[in-house]
Every structure is written in structure tokens, then in C-alpha cells.
């Protein structure tokens, strides 16, 4: 499935953000859609995840202030990030896995910027 990410963009700290990943596919059928990030001279990290065996999964640094939801008429993933801080800032993927334990599949990739 391809993935495709949108919903970027350059924003104040305390403002929100609503990203979207597209998927070529049903999304339905998938074992997990998600949301990592990276940051300049940082490891790509998890923010947000829905899985079927466990369902919803977030990092600790956005719980409270991320939802992440999906649209599975629609194929798409989405990520509500409210009352952003600049250390949100950074690249953001949508990440989808076939079958447990499978490979993953990346989208482009959205950047936000959180100015203080």
C-alpha cells in the first residue's frame, strides 16, 4: 500500500496541526497505520499508532495533546496534534504494517515547524 502524507506546515507554539495519510489501499485490512517522526540529528520515533491486536498506542511526550484516528471509508489516517511546542517540530511519517511482525511501509514524509 502506498501511503501518502499531508497537513504540514509551520505553526506558534500552542496552535494545532491536523495531518492526514491517504492510502492507496483499505487500510481496514491492515495490522497497524501509524505516526513517527524525526528530528534533525535524532532516531525516527513513534508518536501515535493503531494496531489490531492492541489497539491505541501513543508516545508519552504528546498523550493528551495527539489523537490519531482513522477514516476507513476513506483510507485515510489521521493526527490531531493540539497545543503544539517546538519540540514537536520535525518530520513527520505515516507508517503502515501489513501482517504482525511484517515490513513497514513509509510515506514521504510532512514537515512541521513549531516556532516558539
Known amino acids: 500500500v502506498q501511503l501518502q502524507a499531508s497537513g504540514g506546515g509551520l505553526v506558534q507554539a500552542g496552535e494545532s496541526l491536523r495531518l492526514s495519510c491517504t492510502a492507496s489501499?483499505?487500510?481496514?485490512?491492515?495490522?497497524?497505520v501509524g505516526w513517527y517522526r524525526q528530528a534533525p540529528g535524532n532516531q525516527r520515533e513513534l508518536v501515535a499508532r493503531?494496531?489490531?491486536?492492541?489497539?491505541?498506542d501513543y508516545a508519552d511526550s504528546v498523550k493528551g495533546r495527539f489523537t490519531i484516528s482513522t477514516d476507513n471509508a476513506e483510507n485515510i489516517v489521521y493526527l490531531q496534534m493540539n497545543n503544539l511546542k517546538s519540540e514537536d517540530s520535525a518530520v513527520y511519517f505515516c507508517n503502515s504494517r501489513r501482517t504482525f511482525g511484517g515490513p513497514d511501509y513509509w510515506g514521504q514524509g510532512t514537515l512541521v515547524t513549531v516556532s516558539s
Open positions: 493503531i494496531t489490531k491486536r492492541t489497539g491505541t
Open positions: 489501499g483499505s487500510i481496514f485490512s491492515l495490522d497497524s
